[in-house]
């Protein structure tokens, strides 16, 4: 049983380039979200998505968006990058919406 | 809105001696999540507390929440090398969906 997977592992950026990351969520889960981890912080919520729809969102601006798709998998994408946009991006699914299963993270990188 | 403070921010052991991390809040919190992030890792879901003075064991883990649901402490028994982490609290209420963590204990562990 294959749990959370992301992808890319790790990207490269410039400023004012878009990006997009990708997410699976673990079989039989059906909610994902999505977090943005600073080094030395913990993680931020930016939103999380449900039957498709975005069901919440973080504090984080429009230039983040999402997308979940029929099968559950979901898309990030990072328009207008930013240099305070560098950090590890993790995805994280749920059965219920209550106890997160984290992928293992995409790191960022905007030069 | 609803924060939590975690506390120490890094700890250093001997292996062998024992360990707390405490999570902190202002208000009263509907439930308590604990994670444990390895270097270069991603979170990993420890347990879930969700009762008033709910005690809960896992190994050489002991968590547990205050009696008025503001507090909650990791305790951990006899360090092993293994135990290097972040170790997170986190917290979801009502119909708030997304996880709000606090910023970690980094714990090392000296063999």
């Known amino acids: 049983d294959a749990g959370v997977t992301q992808s890319p592992t790790h990207l490269i950026k410039t400023r004012g380039q878009q990006v997009t990351l990708r997410c699976s969520p673990k079989s039989g889960h059906d909610t994902v979200s999505w977090y943005q981890q600073a080094l030395g912080q913990g993680p931020q919520f930016i939103f999380q998505y449900y039957e498709e729809e975005e069901r919440q969102r973080g504090n984080f601006p429009d230039r983040f968006s999402g997308h979940q798709f029929p099968n559950y998998s979901s898309e990030l994408n990072v328009n207008a990058l930013l240099l305070g946009d560098s950090a590890l991006y993790l995805c994280?699914?749920?059965?219920?919406?209550?106890?997160?299963?984290f992928g293992p993270g995409t790191r960022l990188t905007v030069t | 809105g609803q924060q939590v403070m975690q506390i120490p921010q890094y700890q250093h052991v001997q292996e062998g001696e024992d360990f707390t991390t405490y999570c902190n809040s202002s208000t009263t919190l509907s439930n308590i999540q604990w994670y444990k992030q390895r270097p270069g890792g991603h979170p990993v879901f420890l347990i879930q507390l969700v009762k008033s003075g709910e005690v809960k064991k896992q190994k050489r883990l002991t968590f547990q929440f205050g009696e008025a649901k503001k507090n909650s402490s990791l305790h951990i028994t006899a360090t092993q090398t293994t135990d290097v982490g972040t170790y997170f609290c986190?917290?979801?209420?009502?119909?708030?969906?997304?996880?709000?963590f606090g910023k970690g204990t980094l714990l090392t562990v000296n063999p």
């Open positions: 986190a917290f979801s209420g009502g119909s708030n969906y997304k996880l709000t």
């Open positions: 994280a699914s749920s059965p219920t919406g209550s106890e997160q299963y």
